[in-house]
């Protein structure tokens, strides 16, 4: 059960991390949007399009800017229209750049410059994050194949040295020796398996 539970957790951990460089996407494309000038309902709209050719029409952040396009078309406002986004995903980022979104709006001063540096600072502490990502895939790789030799090496003294195998199965002392090796090598691999699976 544990296993299955695992592997759920890793499908929506990678869904999240793939909504997260999405998002990303979207804010880059949001910046050069503000950058030629555009207000932030017409931003969105061109976002929106952006988006469209970067991904498949049934990409979430698609599908979600999609949305907020039709709220504009409503008259709803900007602000109202971050604010619901932020909600439907439940993202860290999303609440950040919704949280400095609102406050630069009620602020009266520049609120566009306000906004592309907080778009810059989300893009470099999602650089940040890829490069951690980056370093921990390589060494759960690393776990992963560190974890795979001690079997390897019993197959292949079974196979080449069966006398010497025997001689450590053969008798109570050996198989005590060998359970405790087994029981460390377990013990080792759950360790490894809770570390490699901590977020950053």
């Known amino acids: 059960m544990k296993y299955y539970e695992r592997m759920i957790r890793q499908a929506e951990e990678k869904g999240k991390r793939r909504f997260e460089r999405q998002f990303q996407d979207a804010l880059q494309s949001l910046e050069?949007?503000?950058n030629v000038g555009?207000?932030?309902e017409n931003a969105i709209k061109e976002v929106q399009r952006d988006l469209q050719i970067m991904y498949?029409?049934?990409a979430l952040i698609?599908?979600?800017f999609t949305y907020m396009v039709r709220q504009l078309n409503l008259n709803v406002t900007a602000e109202a229209a971050w604010k619901d986004f932020a909600?439907?995903?439940a993202l860290s980022e999303v609440d950040t750049f919704v949280t400095v979104f609102s406050l630069a709006k009620r602020s009266g001063?520049?609120?566009i410059l306000i906004i592309k540096n907080a778009v810059r600072q989300l893009g470099d502490k999602a650089e940040v994050k890829r490069e951690i990502d980056t370093v921990i895939a390589a060494k759960k790789m690393e776990f992963q194949i560190m974890s795979v030799i001690p079997l390897g090496i019993i197959g292949y003294m079974?196979?080449?040295f069966p006398e010497f195998m025997?001689?450590?199965?053969g008798n109570l002392p050996g198989a005590a020796f060998m359970s405790i090796c087994l029981g460390a090598y377990i013990a080792a691999w759950r360790l490894g398996c809770k570390i490699v699976e901590i977020e950053v």
């Open 109 to 111: 001063g520049d609120s």
């Open 32 to 34: 050069a949007q503000l």
């Open 62 to 64: 698609v599908r979600e």
């Open 158 to 160: 079974r196979l080449s």
């Open 56 to 58: 498949d029409r049934h």
């Open 38 to 40: 555009y207000s932030m």
């Open 87 to 89: 909600t439907r995903v």
């Open 166 to 169: 025997a001689g450590l199965y």
